[in-house]
């Protein structure tokens, strides 16, 4: 028998999804709201297996069974987003876009989602913050997880209940390993495919076959509660973007939601008692539909406004809120109340349902295409956005390394080590010292450009990372500089505020290897791809400078005012750009950037010799030296 309603669990759902909601809302309330998924995960993973544990008769009967509750749950309400979110694709965005939301509600349809965001990732996945259906990665995590794991629980009916533990045990270890070791290795993958969150939901399964022990204390579970929620708490406060997650670091939100769950088993605590008030209740039953729906309005929200201000926040939450109200009442609701129709029946034509959805989607974007085509010059500055040329110019897997790459990639004796037959000049940093490269080996053919660049990696002393990026940092700190010496060390970064303090500290101790140090300020950015924001405007005369992002300006001012205060050479890439009026191109039909803010080929030259023509000052005083003065 599936056991009994537990109100504490709607209010845990609550805890689930407002973070995440508020998270993607981009506000600094819950740096990690993020980890309201993981906490549905281990939910997901509780209840389901109770359901399985209830079904009863042959194998076969009990799947249909389970599956029809699957159907009746998930695809009323996800089947609608799908087709309102595809209408508003068509009406909003370009012809192309359009294309590619088409794409991710076909894998979506067919719970691969994941795997194709996965394809897409990587350092540069800006575009897939546009995605309105990005969210359905869970799903499809999820739903991944339901075609093994009800297998596993019926072939293990005969099974004793010990050997059924030890083998989910297993399961859930041995996924749980995998993404440690993946998340250091590839965080993409570690993020969206099953075997690295498996874990997770198994975790919930585990307390749902009794492996775990609930507490037999009443103050045990009331401690237990309290402890839960504030695990879940500390990491949605606390984490942020720069926490290396999953892995390791979702333990904390996955093991506060397990004790909240056992402690609740047995026992009604005052904790549990909070979670069923009415207002945690309510919210937690729309929060499927709440989480299907407030993605695609903020992305669709942001293709109008993309500067969200508070009252434009609150706004969007509440029509987040409404759309998921009316979602729940007038479609998940009448579905998901008995049906007359047999398990094999809800079966049949939840698949044929999924057919007619992919035909209804596919129809509107051939539809899109015919209405809205892209002109022929818009389309050749959309094929700036493509990923082509990105690897030479970055020299991306040897020399600059993304999420996707080990320190094992790095290519030492390439980036690093250059014949002494003239100076050398070191770029560290980001992907916004990488972008560098390519321009400053044209603009300085009479210097060796070295490079030590890693993704999310700012050139920074004591700078948080992943692994690959502390100890790519450590090794040009603490050993190369020492021994090698370069003639020039340029710092650069996608600086922030807090950042100024560090780049200061970091000067100094550069210094003592080299006098010689520059600091390469933040690049002017866009709210969408620069590509994208021209193509717009050739097609739809639709303004850019209303999508450029405001606060780089006020950094890159900060920055200067602190480095000339600290006699820190200081180049600053913004207003390399921006004189006063911002540049996009290079030259007609050639943008300057090829994403939010890393340079094209020809806007790394561009943007080098303006850095070469400014810094030859420094370059001059810098002329006692033999070596350099041959830059001159």
Not at 11 to 28: M, Y
Not at 121 to 132: A, H, K, R, T, V
Not at 332 to 345: I, V
Not at 388 to 411: I, K, P, V
Request: charged content about 15%.
């Amino acid at each position: 028998m599936i056991k009994q309603y537990r109100a504490d669990i709607d209010g845990l759902r609550t805890v689930a999804v407002i973070p995440v909601v508020i998270f993607h809302l981009g506000t600094s309330l819950f740096s990690g709201g993020f980890v309201g998924v993981d906490v549905f995960f281990v939910i997901s993973g509780f209840l389901i297996t109770q359901t399985l544990l209830g079904e009863q008769g042959t194998w076969r009967d009990a799947l249909f069974d389970f599956y029809k509750r699957r159907i009746k749950r998930i695809f009323p309400a996800l089947f609608a987003l799908y087709l309102c979110v595809m209408l508003l694709a068509c009406g909003l965005l370009m012809s192309d876009q359009a294309n590619e939301v088409a794409k991710s509600i076909m894998a979506s349809i067919v719970f691969v989602s994941n795997i194709l965001f996965y394809s897409q990732s990587g350092y540069f996945d800006g575009e897939l913050d546009s995605n309105p259906l990005l969210h359905t990665w869970s799903l499809s995590v999820e739903e991944q997880f339901y075609i093994f794991f009800p297998l596993l629980i019926f072939f293990t009916r005969s099974w004793t209940a010990t050997h059924r533990r030890q083998i989910i045990w297993a399961l859930t270890l041995a996924s749980f390993v995998a993404a440690q070791w993946m998340v250091s290795r590839d965080a993409s993958a570690a993020f969206y495919l099953i075997p690295f969150r498996t874990w997770e939901l198994a975790l919930g399964s585990l307390l749902a076959i009794g492996a775990i022990p609930a507490p037999r204390r009443q103050w045990q579970a009331e401690i237990g509660v309290v402890a839960g929620l504030a695990l879940i708490g500390y990491a949605v406060l606390f984490y942020n973007k720069a926490t290396i997650f999953p892995g390791a670091s979702a333990l904390v939100p996955c093991l506060g939601t397990a004790l909240v769950l056992l402690c609740g088993e047995k026992s009604i605590t005052l904790g549990g008692r909070l979670l069923s008030l009415p207002p945690m209740r309510f919210v937690g039953l729309i929060s499927y539909s709440l989480y299907l729906w407030h993605w695609p309005i903020i992305v669709l929200y942001r293709q109008v406004d993309s500067r969200l201000d508070n009252m434009e926040r609150a706004a969007l939450l509440a029509a987040a809120l409404m759309a998921a109200t009316l979602s729940w009442a007038f479609v998940e609701k009448p579905f998901r109340r008995s049906s007359r129709l047999t398990s094999r029946a809800v079966v049949a034509r939840g698949t044929a349902a999924m057919a007619m959805c992919g035909a209804g989607v596919l129809a509107l974007a051939l539809l899109s295409n015919a209405l809205y085509p892209i002109s022929a010059q818009a389309r050749g500055v959309l094929a700036y956005g493509e990923r082509t040329g990105r690897t030479e110019m970055m020299r991306t897997g040897s020399c600059f390394l993304t999420s996707q790459h080990s320190l094992s990639d790095y290519a030492f004796d390439r980036c690093m080590i250059a014949p002494h037959d003239k100076p050398h000049i070191l770029i560290v940093g980001d992907s916004h010292a990488a972008h560098l490269y390519y321009g400053l080996n044209h603009a300085l053919p009479n210097a060796h450009i070295l490079q030590a660049t890693a993704s999310g990696c700012k050139p920074l002393i004591g700078s948080r990372g992943d692994a690959r990026c502390l100890t790519l940092m450590h090794r040009v700190f603490a050993d190369y500089l020492k021994q090698v010496r370069p003639d020039l060390v340029i710092l650069s970064a996608r600086w922030l505020d807090k950042d100024v303090p560090d780049i200061e500290k970091t000067v100094r101790m550069v210094q003592r290897a080299t006098p010689h140090v520059i600091v390469s300020g933040p690049i002017v950015e866009y709210d969408q791809p620069l590509p994208r924001l021209l193509a717009r405007q050739i097609d739809q005369a639709e303004p850019i400078d209303p999508h450029r992002i405001p606060q780089v300006s006020v950094v890159d001012q900060r920055m200067a005012a602190a480095m000339k205060k600290a006699t820190i050479p200081y180049f600053s890439a913004y207003r390399s750009l921006c004189r006063p009026d911002c540049r996009l191109w290079v030259k007609p039909g050639i943008p300057v950037q090829f994403d939010y803010g890393h340079l094209t080929q020809q806007g790394s030259i561009l943007v080098a010799d303006l850095m070469v023509r400014e810094i030859r000052p420094q370059l001059a005083a810098m002329a006692k030296m033999t070596d350099m003065a041959r830059l001159q």
